[in-house]
């Protein structure tokens, strides 16, 4: 068809053309008289056509045609979710398992939809990975873990001038731990891309049914003798009383066993005593007998690791003014029965108050005659000079921890400094900075030590959220979810660069850009962790809608203490240790295990041997380090959920030189978490500019998804329609040349020119 786009207003070629008709009326009338009819018919004509060329080129007249459709056909990827989760038989009123109504759905849509679009089948649980009707066929649900942003990331790619679309065939869970926020941008990079997310949640929003236990504590620290409490945490999903079995083993045997009421929604909280008489370490399991109907048992046991020691854990905690988050934490310290606290509190230029809290082994030199767990002694000391207090490599060396508050640049002299180095490196201590920065600049000395880099800003608040090294720490495993409904910590400071070899623990929660607040770093044979924010003395005053988590501050600071004595080095009497580093830890995660041998005793490097009842044999693992420092690597690889023990071998005899244990369980939130995410899936396809599918039919769904991506790409792909001139061609040039001379030589010839 032609259009006209003019090259001028119409409120302006139309006097023109008005003018120009009025001219040839005007002189057809003046040489009607002159010529004959039908010479004046021939010379008007001639003359009118020479006058509408120039005004149709005016109007602009254009060819519009339609631009035939790319070649090709449309790429459907059909992305199918291969997870545990998707083994559940809820996928439709016969029951099936979630995965085989998917693979009757991809079935389904390549019979439909194979002579119209490109189909690509692809399956995914962390990563995807293509397949084809036979290989999906045989597929099992044995994904250990569900990341559905990263996987439609892998999927989403340039755009097909013939269009694509993905169909989406998942109960929507995400396990990875990605963020609402990552999904919300998968969907709208979809949408630039123009690639429909097309999804069908399956799956039903009923849980299974199952039981659990969990320990305040997965380490304990204590002295020999003392009676160590043992808090078990038991929770269910039944929706009614329940009964079971609690036992408490050690080595295998029982040592006590309970029969435990569950109420319907509550959990139930349990306590059990322990004690030792001699220093070691020693493991204990809290076993409950599986319900009727339970999904797995594999979470109905947990490990506890006791350490038992014969003298407290030395602190020292240095601060530079009297702060409430130093006064709450002295308080707390002094509390702990394993812990002798030494405090130093700069009250005013020049004077230093020390108070000294010492346990009763520490008090006579017969421990056999009094219980240090209840009976401490305080001794007070002015220092008139803070460079006294760290100057003295004899008063440093009796610490395992030292705590640095605020301000305390008053003890940080270059001299203090390099003592505080030669502490960390031959003493295996442990330098915790439990206020973020300890000096309001940091010198080049102090800096080196720092795990982290800070740059000047205003006060801002944070709350704390662990990371997955966090959680697999283990010193909220009650608590560790609930960080972020806390009051919020202030920082000065920013923290901003985390150098290298440095570990977060914690970061800011609800942030664009997650603040790292909890960290720590080796140095030399010892550690510096830095602890952001103050204001955390508030933890332990909450308000009534959290009063249930006011234990949390002790619990976080009795976790530290323990988790930085249990990866401390050597202690004076032993020349050998084994630990790993965390007592529980999940199939998906690589089990590591740290050997620390004493310089010059040992003559070669022991195997280190593991053994399980989920091994078909003794593993034998030859570590791997420096034998200068005598700290060795043992990296076990992943292993299959079990109960672990791992045994360095002194000599070819099988000796055992040190020993520990630990637990590797399957990823149970794939099994646990079967609650289908149809919200979720929904918002996904509305953010692509797509649709759910919804139905539990399987036959109607390739048509429904063919006609939505019809619509879908009518929508947002215009036809597409190529504009050419109609009188930009050379012939129109010559043909108005032509008509031109033709009309001049009639009127010659006629005698009006």
Request: charged content about 20%.
């Amino acid at each position: 068809m032609i259009r006209f786009d003019p090259h001028i207003p119409l409120a302006l070629w139309l006097p023109l053309a008005i003018a120009a008709a009025v001219i040839l009326v005007v002189y057809a009338l003046r040489t009607a008289s002159k010529l004959p009819r039908r010479r004046l018919i021939w010379v008007m004509g001639g003359m009118g056509v020479c006058m509408l060329i120039p005004l149709v080129i005016l109007l602009n007249p254009i060819w519009v045609q339609r631009s035939p459709p790319p070649p090709g056909k449309p790429l459907l990827t059909v992305l199918i979710d291969r997870s545990a989760s998707m083994g559940t038989a809820d996928g439709n009123a016969s029951g099936q398992s979630r995965l085989a109504v998917g693979q009757a759905i991809a079935q389904s849509v390549v019979d439909q939809l194979g002579e119209d679009y490109e189909i690509r089948l692809r399956t995914f649980d962390q990563t995807t990975s293509p397949t084809d009707l036979q290989s999906l066929a045989q597929l099992t649900p044995e994904g250990g873990v569900t990341d559905l942003a990263g996987s439609l990331n892998q999927v989403l790619g340039d755009d097909r001038p013939p269009g694509q679309a993905v169909l989406v065939l998942s109960d929507g869970i995400d396990t990875s731990g990605a963020s609402a926020a990552s999904l919300r941008k998968i969907g709208e990079r979809a949408k630039a891309l123009s690639t429909p997310l097309f999804v069908h949640t399956i799956g039903t929003q009923t849980g299974v049914r199952d039981l659990q236990i969990s320990l305040r504590q997965s380490q304990e620290l204590a002295f020999a003798e003392q009676e160590v409490p043992i808090s078990v945490r038991l929770s269910h999903s039944y929706g009614s009383p329940q009964t079971t079995e609690l036992l408490l083993q050690h080595n295998g045997e029982t040592v006590e066993s309970r029969v435990i009421s569950l109420t319907d929604n509550a959990p139930t909280e349990e306590r059990f005593y322990v004690s030792q008489a001699k220093s070691g370490l020693y493991n204990y399991a809290i076993v409950a007998k599986p319900l009727e109907g339970e999904v797995t048992n594999l979470n109905n046991a947990s490990t506890l690791q006791l350490r038992v020691i014969d003298q407290p854990v030395s602190v020292l905690l240095l601060e530079g003014k009297p702060y409430w988050d130093s006064k709450f934490l002295i308080r707390t310290l002094s509390a702990d029965p394993s812990v002798a606290l030494t405090s130093v509190v700069q009250m005013a230029p020049g004077r230093f108050l020390q108070r000294q809290v010492q346990r009763g082994s520490a008090i006579k030199a017969d421990a056999d005659a009094i219980d240090p767990t209840k009976v401490s002694s305080d001794q007070w000391k002015i220092h008139k000079g803070a460079p006294e207090v760290l100057s003295d490599p004899e008063f440093l060396s009796q610490f395992q921890i030292i705590l640095l508050g605020r301000s305390t640049e008053a003890y940080l002299t270059d001299e203090t400094l390099r003592q505080l180095k030669n502490w960390l490196t031959t003493s295996e201590g442990t330098l915790v900075c439990f206020r973020g920065a300890p000096a309001s600049q940091l010198n080049q000395q102090l800096d080196a030590l720092m795990p982290i880099e800070w740059s000047p800003d205003r006060e801002s608040h944070f709350r704390l959220a662990l990371t997955d090294m966090g959680q697999s720490a283990q010193w909220l495993p009650e608590m560790g979810q609930k960080l972020e409904l806390l009051p919020s910590l202030a920082v000065s400071a920013k923290p901003d660069d985390v150098k290298p070899l440095t570990t977060v623990l914690a970061t800011s929660f609800g942030e664009t850009e997650a603040v790292p607040l909890i960290t720590f770093r080796p140095t030399g044979r010892g550690r510096v962790v830095v602890l952001e924010g103050s204001g955390m003395w508030r933890w332990a005053f909450l308000p009534p809608e959290h009063q249930q988590q006011d234990a949390v501050y002790a619990q976080l600071w009795r976790s530290l203490v323990r988790w930085l004595v249990s990866h401390a080095g050597l202690l004076p009497h032993q020349q050998i240790v084994l630990r790993t580093d965390a007592v529980t830890l999940s199939s998906n995660q690589p089990a590591v295990a740290t050997l620390l041998l004493r310089p010059g005793v040992w003559e070669s490097t022991p195997s280190v041997q593991l053994t399980s009842d989920s091994l078909d044999k003794p593993k034998t693992i030859v570590p791997v380090g420096d034998e200068e420092s005598g700290v060795f690597q043992v990296n076990f690889g992943r292993l299959p959920p079990g109960h672990y023990t791992a045994n360095a071998l002194a000599d070819a005899a099988t000796e055992s030189a040190a020993e520990t244990t630990f637990d590797v369980t399957g990823n149970l939130k794939e099994r646990l978490d079967v609650v289908a995410r149809p919200v979720t899936m929904q918002d996904l396809a509305d953010r692509s500019g797509a649709k759910a599918l919804e139905g539990d039919a399987v036959d109607p769904l390739p048509e429904m998804l063919h006609q939505a991506f019809v619509e879908h790409r009518d929508r947002n792909r215009p036809e597409r329609i190529i504009r050419t001139s109609a009188w930009d061609r050379w012939w129109v040039l010559a043909l108005s040349f032509g008509l031109w001379g033709c009309t001049w030589a009639i009127r010659r010839m006629s005698g009006l020119i």
